[in-house]
């Protein structure tokens, strides 16, 4: 170790470790205080080493992760089944850089604001890691002029979020979006994107699942006419939200002692919340005394009431559930609101957990077992065109990382092979000294596009490459030998029922394909 | 316009002014006042607007670019491609996060260091955006203890670099990175990687191309014999990778007048530097009075013998140059390097441009015309072990950027026309009202695995849609009106002939199949 390195070192955790000191005395948050307390730990892991060298941390940042060739293979599959539903509803796609301007990202996120990244002034702009692709998105459109697209995007997203990977929470993960931008006769785009959500869930084959819609306007008219003050309308909503995590008791007193809502307006929202149905319920409750005052909710249940009717062309309303306690926590909807949940037993809502995730747990896709979600946002691209001209558009966001969480616990769970590379054929040898031959066969191969493997090294024992391919789910190989090169063929083994047949080196290729399709 | 955030803006205008005025008064650099004055009149474009808005700086940040639908076509062909060669190499996949803990990156670019990009200091780990994709891959290795795997990787990198985005330079940017990592019999995986970058510059038609091959320890043992003091080796490497953008004399100028080296030194090292061969150079060299004398270079020249005689198994001869003026600039190269340059007319480098690029040139990747490039890097998992264990890897780096700006040339050039969705049939009506069965009949399709598109309002005018299919090359219409509804029949119409033509409702998918595989 540098004597130079190690002194810096040994300052910086004196530092440190004032600042851990202060936090407490000034009794700071737990959080906090175990943020400042891993970076000293960090300075001092890095002093540890008796050799003298100094010790890296060898992990990947807080929330994230690698991908192995086995999770990528999941991946490929399950973003496979994603793009081609989108590519079905004729969507194009587009891509964005990770970062924007700082400013870009201000003002759309209301509460959750506090969790995107920035990124280090340099010198030059301020940017930050987007937060969603939504924002992206228009500011896509605002850039250029676009007021008519349906476009899929399929991207990694960035929150300073409290981490719960086991259940697919990441700091970093995928979001697969979709959205119609443009004037369209009502509801057809916002059915569309259902559609979209049901096509996905059912073909990726997760078990039961249900969606559920409401709309700003109905979530805006209930708190009116409840007596909810106008400038309480968003924070009571984002009390509403936890319903999906917590009973309905501990959402009252929070509204009552928490956010000085009355008993009486709480009482009367929560009536309301626990109100599930279909069309029927939207045409009842444009019926409601109370709720037919508010022009605005009057407006949201005619919709929803013709969305249904939409729903019904497309054949889903099996899984499509009216319910007015959804309320998604991001400032930028203001029409439909919708929400996918998976019910299936074994990938149920775990409720403690959510608990625990206290500080920060008021992100957009709160409600475990949610995984997918979205709305209509009629004012987002105004906010970036300079003259406000607005681009109706809805969207919906579907969430993988849970996905693959569920995925790759199944494939587990079956003990099913998953293939990591898709070789067709090894090519081997029993005999020493034929590197070059081999080589030269793999030539052949790769030339005429067949997916080979070959171990490259002088003499790898015969076995050893068949296990290989057992291992790997390698289907074919060509063995290699001094009688074969005579005859100018190549002996091909079947790695399932061990057959072995010799090809003429002029058929290897057709052979190959005809055994491989 | 809010009076506080008005008032705000124009604080940080004030002490923003400051901030540039200072530097001017320090005579500071140019690049550094440049970038404060861009911060400045960021701010002033905010007040902007008569109407009393904020107004936005609607942009990507500097160095980056939004990819619209027909570039994200080119994309998808290139990566399917690229893809597609590694995967017939036996290829697995892995991903990484974007950004590492910022001493994962540490002490692994020498002087590119300084393009890093790091995250702000929000709480929590110290973070910085990847570099390249090697050194996560090495960190990957060393976490998960593997010792042994071929795999690829395509994913974004950053660099802040001064972006040159008409000739494909960014500061985010695309790689696409294949690596073989573990003990193999010396230069079959190296040739293997010239082998793919041989494949996909053949595949991508790109015109002519050249690889230049050289290897680090003929570099080092050749400082050495020409009398460069061990402490130089590194800097005079840097001024010797300058020579495909500047011409001999004024690279020995450099390394005379700036970097202190005697002249005799620097014109033996001018003498070896304008060598170019084969398999035969490398024999020749090895009998060189001078050269013979290090210990390195003959090892790398017998490798490079070794290595050509691989290249010839692997029939790519052709098109690779054994060149002593190749030295890339990355600490962790510790053998064979390579760089491959597309050479044909259209696409020769620029000297001009690169030269203007003053700081921040010394990168990677420096030579205009360059595509692709790597080496053997053995020494770099073994920063990351705890024990130091080494694992031998060699891999190549497919620059992307460049590739993509010169295929959307092409396509622009030949006014080939790119289709943005995979749509096969636009399901439209001649008659007003039919939007109903319209839908239902799209319902249909889409349930049969079709990709169709809709124009979702109530009376679209016929014209409108077929010109819409003719745009963006959809190539078949099912038109409905009352009639063919009677008839249980829709009129399908092939766009690129007009022809039409009754089919009964019930053979409508297996038609469309047929006539759009």
């Known amino acids: 170790i540098d004597m130079d390195d190690k002194t810096q ?29 891993a970076k000293l730990l960090q300075l001092k892991a890095k002093l540890g080493g008796d050799d003298g060298k100094i010790q890296f941390v060898l992990k990947t940042p807080k929330g994230t992760r690698d991908y192995n060739p086995k999770q990528m293979a999941i991946r490929e599959k399950v973003f496979n089944t994603i793009v081609h539903c989108f590519k079905r509803h004729g969507a194009e796609t587009i891509d964005t850089p990770v970062f924007e301007l700082k400013e870009t990202l201000t003002g ?69 979006d979709f959205d119609i931008a443009g004037q369209y006769d009502a509801m057809i ?58 009973p309905w008791e501990e959402v009252k007193k929070e509204m009552v002692n928490e956010k000085g809502l009355s008993e009486e307006a709480a009482d009367q929202i929560g009536e309301y919340v626990s109100m599930q149905g279909g069309m029927d319920l939207a045409e009842r409750l444009l019926q409601d005394p109370k709720m037919s005052q508010s022009k605005q909710a009057c407006a949201g249940l005619t919709d ?51 608990q625990n995730g206290a500080p920060g747990s008021t992100e957009e896709s709160v409600s475990v077992g949610s995984v997918a979600g979205g709305g209509r946002y009629d004012g987002l691209v105004g906010m970036f065109d300079p003259k406000g001209r607005k681009v109706p558009c809805v969207g919906v966001s579907i969430g993988i990382e849970r996905i693959f969480s569920i995925m790759e616990q199944k494939a587990e769970a079956c003990a099913e092979k998953i293939r990591t590379t898709e070789v067709q054929i090894m090519v081997a040898s029993a005999q020493k000294n034929l590197l070059e ?12 596009g067949i997916k080979v493997q070959c171990i490259c090294i002088f003499n790898p024992k015969l076995l050893s490459q068949l296990q290989h391919c057992e291992e790997s789910g390698i289907p074919l190989v060509a063995i290699l030998g001094e009688q074969e090169l005579k005859d100018g063929v190549v002996k091909l083994r079947v790695v399932a029922t061990r057959e072995e047949v010799d090809i003429s080196r002029g058929e290897l290729v057709e052979e190959i394909k005809k055994r491989t399709l």
């Not at 910086?12 to 906090?32: H, P, Y």
């Not at 991207?155 to 995928?174: C, L």
């Open 9 to 37: 070192i040994q300052e910086a955790i004196k530092s440190q470790g004032e600042v851990v000191r202060k936090l407490k005395a000034e009794k700071a948050s737990k959080d906090q205080i175990d943020e400042e307390v």
């Open 108 to 176: 759309k996120y209301g509460e959750d604001s506090k969790l995107i990244y920035d990124l280090k002034d340099q010198g030059g702009e301020l940017l930050s890691l987007r937060y969603d692709l939504t924002v992206p998105f228009a500011r896509y459109l605002a850039m250029n002029k676009i007021t008519n697209i349906k476009r899929y995007h399929i991207a990694k997203v960035y929150r300073r979020d409290n981490p719960a990977m086991t259940r697919g929470r990441y700091r970093e993960f995928y979001q697969c």
């Open 189 to 246: 785009p916002d059915a569309e994107c259902l559609k979209i959500v049901y096509e996905i869930l059912s073909e990726l084959d997760l078990g039961d699942f249900r969606i559920k819609v409401n709309d700003r306007r109905i979530l805006d008219g209930m708190f009116a006419v409840c007596g909810v003050p106008d400038d309480k309308f968003r924070t009571i909503c984002s009390t509403v939200d936890k319903l999906d995590k917590m």
């Open 304 to 354: 929803v009431k013709l969305l249904f009717s939409y729903l019904q062309l497309f054949q889903i309303t099996d899984k499509v559930v009216f319910d007015l306690s959804l309320a998604r926590g991001l400032d930028y909807y203001t029409g439909v609101i919708y929400e996918a949940l998976l019910t299936q037993a074994g990938v149920a809502p775990v409720v403690a957990e959510a």
């Open 437 to 448: 031959e081999r080589l030269r066969l793999v030539t052949e191969l790769w030339n005429a």
